[in-house]
DNA sequence: ACCGCCGGGTGCC
DNA sequence: ACCGCCGGGTGCC
């Protein structure tokens, strides 16, 4: 049984997955549930008003600010105050103290606050006719079972809180004083929206944001890559956002003051303003290139940023262009070593983008590779391209080597060499006062994209230009905060940023001149320690460049806003209280209010969006042709065979209702199935007997050979409890796979209770088995001299050899869900001579950008061929060189499967791209892709169906597919 | 005069 | 604070 508590969850589930993704939601709330069955804070959005009281708050006279009619306060304990152990401050939106809460209703409420009973939010009247104390209206929320503790508690020192909401209090909130704290619902006055409404609401957050951003802007002459219209529009609307001396959203001057339309707060000071926003467009519309464009046209004043140009732009300059980066062959690193020494000063012989730091993933090779005096040459070569004497920049690094630490080192060489520069621990008002010597633009990337942001630098930037590129990544990464201040980008990674954080960051210590947040929505999670990092960064202007700004619900938006220092939401409870809660329970207002923001700050088109009634991008054709295989005969026996004898154990299993008991079991069957359709080789070898293990030993065994061959599936299998893909996956006696974290949990929070969340199967930690080390792959089962072929092997050796027969510079994907069908895949593209790579899953990044460089490749001796797994990389890979794609193997997710062929139809396409897939006929395969058509509607209609109900859709598959 | 009352000083917690 | 509280001055009406 599940306790109480869980059920608490699931049905909390039920009413707010309406703001997420229905892949990830109900996870979330799932484990959210966890967290907050555990955790003591008590969660925001899951609060009910428990009522409310008026109290007083004295001691205004020390306040010099204004209060405003119906301003929001927080009431902020103090247990440290020397006057009174239970003191509560009122604190205005900034956290300035307003006043305090007088003594003796501060008793009341510190019991209440210290326990977390009930977190207190305050609203205010103006301070009319008392200078020294003014009413505030308090209203208590908590988890529902507080509730009586918290009356209680305050009803012992003698105050009542008034718990009706509908009638005296609601009556006069229409339009009194107090109505920034109506509660919710209030029936008769508000309607709160409908499920579907808040649906619809949230779906069109993102949409619909172009209006009035119009205007195009040029790029700066250093951008070579001719702009689209809407990138255009897009670096017109970034320039205008980074320059611009608008009040953010929901600021207004009345008369000498600022005042705020959420909070009624009012301040005499100029609320900071936000430089920058959330660039959300599609993914191929050209983040990367607007955001390039940006760096280079908008310096400060709003002039170009100045680059050092070479006169004359010489033949050897575009071979050197490629030289120290991350990726290339060994013979193109010997080139530029050659060049390095021949060269000498001449400007064509400095790279285009320098790329200083040697130590990327790869180029740690070349950096040992190279002598001592080349070396120093580079090194040469970078000192005349700065302003700063060459010692200081020697001295501080030569400090550091000794020292270790930078940080301290480097700040005294700061303050002596430029005073401009404000010191650590000067807060951000004095940036907004223009810092006009902040130069550097520092971007924070995951590090699947890192060595794309690299790429487009050289491709996008005129090679005459030089633009100081540093990236920080690596062991060898220069720290020097007064070397990495004055270069004009510095690209690194969120690894490397949170791995810095608190450890004498000197990306902390510098006053960025912009710092941008590509593939922003990484950061979500405001726990992280990432998150954390990113938050402490020092930026005039910041940008977050992100195509699925909301990954789950609205509470993603939350690191975004508090990154763009959108006051006053980049204090977590102000945006609880002002947009989050509001919004979770359908507050029409509150949702207006979300929308604004959004809008405000985010620019955002699809790949369907129009430009003037023209589509953004026009994309060239593409066409998707299914090509039945039919297996020979004795494919077709053997495939028979499996397919009774997997049929039979399925019928018993639904027959007997134990069909999740042994999902994993069935699912066993249908991959043999579809492996059969591929390659019979590609059958793993089951233990042979498939009776009850007689000891403990072979349990584990026959577990472990199930682990194996959901994890090896390579369909879209992932982890009930998150139901993200697993991570660190164990099977429970009853077969079915999880996180180990997750299902870790799901038993501590059940304690000795606890059963599988998928079949009710009593689960112990102590039995949970994992992937026995050495296990994970045993190798070359399928090398060349048993190879065999099968009918879908040769179906599409067929293609490749036509295709290469019209055209040897076509280029293909060949797409497998089996990494052992790929394998199997090499021995005949070898055999007849096509050049070709591999990606897959259990490749290092470093060994992915290098292979994707390659395949990207125009030169002749460049892979004509990918073998690339389906789940391999991720959304972002670019592999446009591609125009025909090979899908070996029908996916369960079809989703999955466009997103794979998305990666070559995409912006830089510039064929008409060729999709096959081979589906075998008279097989599961053939169901397969009836239940992806069937499910695309689905997805459609039904949204955020409970897991239990995902459960079950897939026993109907199941159905279907073995024709049950 | 070990009280009550008056009026000045004073003031968040 | 056009209050309350404190504590010193004062003392029938």
């Known amino acids: 049984m599940f306790s109480r508590r869980w059920r608490f969850g699931w049905d909390r589930y039920s009413e707010v997955d309406l703001f ?50 119906g301003e929001m306060v927080a009431l902020v304990r103090q247990p440290q105050n020397p006057y009174d152990r239970n003191a509560v401050m009122v604190a205005n939106v900034y956290g300035s103290q307003v006043g305090h809460i007088k003594r003796e209703l ?23 006719k008392n200078q020294f104390t003014m009413p505030v209206m308090l209203s208590f929320w908590g988890k529902e079972e507080n509730k009586d503790a918290v009356i209680q508690g305050l009803a012992r020192h003698g105050y009542k809180l008034n718990t009706d909401g509908n009638k005296g209090a609601g009556a006069s909130m229409k339009s009194g004083p107090w109505s920034g704290t109506a509660p919710l619902p209030r029936k008769g006055l508000t309607i709160p929206l409908t499920a579907q409404e808040l649906k619809n609401a949230f779906d069109n957050l993102f949409e619909g944001l172009m209006e009035s951003k119009e205007g195009e802007k040029e790029a700066a002459e250093a951008v070579s890559t001719p702009l689209l219209p809407h990138q255009k529009q897009a670096l017109s609307w970034m320039c205008a956002c980074e320059n611009k001396s608008e009040l953010p959203p929901f600021w207004e001057k009345r008369g000498e003051l600022y005042y705020n339309r959420l909070t009624c707060f009012s301040a005499k000071e100029v609320p900071e303003r936000v430089r920058g926003g959330i660039l959300a467009d599609d993914m191929g519309l050209g983040k990367t290139l607007t955001t390039i464009a940006l760096i280079l046209t908008n310096f400060h004043k709003g002039k170009p940023l100045p680059v050092e140009k070479c006169s004359s732009p010489t033949k050897a300059s575009a071979n050197l262009r490629k030289a120290p980066k991350l990726e290339g062959s060994s013979s193109e690193r010997d080139r530029t070593g050659v060049d390095d020494t021949a060269a000498d000063s001449r400007c064509s012989d400095i790279n285009q983008i320098e790329v200083i730091c040697v130590d990327s993933p790869e180029a740690v090779e070349v950096e040992s590779q190279k002598t001592s005096a080349s070396q120093g040459k580079q090194k040469a070569t970078k000192r005349k391209s700065k302003t700063e004497p060459p010692a200081l920049l020697e001295d501080d690094g030569f400090a550091a080597a000794l020292s270790g630490s930078t940080s301290g080192m480097s700040s005294k060489i700061k303050k002596t060499a430029k005073k401009a520069t404000p010191a650590p621990g000067v807060e951000t008002s004095s940036l907004s006062a223009e810092d006009l010597s902040a130069r550097a633009t520092l971007i924070i990337c995951p590090l699947s994209v890192l060595s794309n942001w690299l790429d487009q630098f050289e491709q996008h930037v005129r090679p005459n230009v030089k633009l100081n590129l540093y990236l920080y990544y690596g062991s060898e990464r220069n720290r020097s905060k007064k070397f990495l201040s004055s270069q004009d980008v510095v690209l690194t990674t969120y690894n490397v940023l949170s791995a810095d954080f608190g450890n004498k960051s000197p990306l902390h210590g510098i006053n960025w001149l912009r710092v941008v947040l590509d593939e922003g ?26 195509g699925t700004p909301i990954q789950n619900s609205v509470k993603d938006l939350w690191v975004l806003l508090a990154f763009l220092r959108l006051k006053p939401f980049d204090v977590k409870d102000w945006w609880n209280r002002v947009i989050q809660r509001p919004v979770t329970q359908g507050d029409r207002v509150g949702i207006q209010n979300l929308q604004t923001l959004v809008k405000c700050i985010t620019l955002r088109r699809t790949k369907t969006s129009e430009v003037n009634g023209r589509p953004l991008v026009s994309l060239p054709e593409k066409v998707v042709c299914v090509e039945q295989v039919k297996l020979t005969q004795e494919e077709r026996e053997q495939y028979e065979l499996a397919r009774t004898e997997g049929r039979n154990t399925i019928r018993r299993y639904m027959a007997e209702g134990t069909v999740l008991r042994n999902y994993a079991d069935v699912l066993a069957i249908l991959m043999r199935l579809r492996q059969l359709c591929c390659h ?24 472990i050979e199930k682990l194996r061959l959901v994890l090896a599936s390579g369909s879209d299998e992932e982890c009930s409890v998150c139901l993200d893909s697993v991570r660190l996956p164990v099977i429970t006696h009853c077969a079915h796979v999880y996180c180990r974290p997750c299902i870790a949990q799901v038993i501590s929070t059940e304690k000795e209770m606890a059963r599988c969340p998928l079949c009710r199967s009593e689960i112990k930690t102590n039995e949970l088995v994992e992937f026995p080390p050495e296990e994970m792959e045993e190798e070359d089962s399928a090398n060349s001299q048993n190879w065999r072929s099968s009918s879908k092997v040769d179906a599409l050796m067929g293609n490749l050899r036509r295709l290469q027969f019209e055209d040897r510079s076509i280029k293909s994907l060949v797409v497998s869900q089996f990494t052992r069908f790929l394998t199997i895949l090499e021995t005949p593209l070898r055999e007849h001579g096509f050049s070709f790579v591999r990606l897959d899953g259990t490749m290092s990044q470093k060994k992915r950008a290098q292979v994707i460089q390659e395949f990207q490749s125009s030169a002749p001796d460049s892979p004509v061929i990918m073998l690339l797994s389906l789940k391999a990389g991720g959304v972002g890979l670019n592999l446009t060189a591609a125009s025909h794609v090979f899908l070996m193997d029908p996916a369960w997710n079809p989703a999955a499967e466009e997103q794979c062929i998305d990666r070559c139809h995409r912006l830089g396409q510039t064929k008409k791209v060729v999709v096959t897939k081979f589906i075998v006929k008279d097989s599961v395969e053939e169901n397969m892709v009836q239940i992806q058509r069937q499910k695309q509607d689905l997805f459609e209609k039904a949204f955020g169906s409970k897991n239990a109900d995902k459960k079950t859709s897939r026993i109907d598959d199941i159905k279907a597919l073995m024709e049950l």
């Open 20 to 69: 997420t993704d229905r892949h990830e939601t109900n996870t979330e709330s799932l484990s959210q549930a966890i967290r907050a069955a555990v955790s003591e804070e008590p969660d925001a959005d899951g609060s009910v008003l428990f009522g409310q009281m008026q109290g007083t708050v004295v001691g205004l006279r020390y306040y010099t600010g204004v209060v405003n009619q």
């Open 106 to 128: 501060a008793a009341a409420m510190a019991h209440v606050m210290d326990n977390n009973l009930a977190k207190v939010e305050g609203v205010v009247h103006s301070r009319t």
């Open 521 to 546: 929505h990484v950061v979500r999670n405001p726990n992280t320690q990432m998150s954390k990092a990113v938050l402490d960064l020092k930026a005039q202007r910041r940008w977050i460049l992100s």
């Open 680 to 703: 019979p080789d590609l059958l793993a070898k089951i233990s042979s007997d498939l009776a009850a293990a007689a000891t403990p030993a072979e349990l584990r065994e026959r577990l």
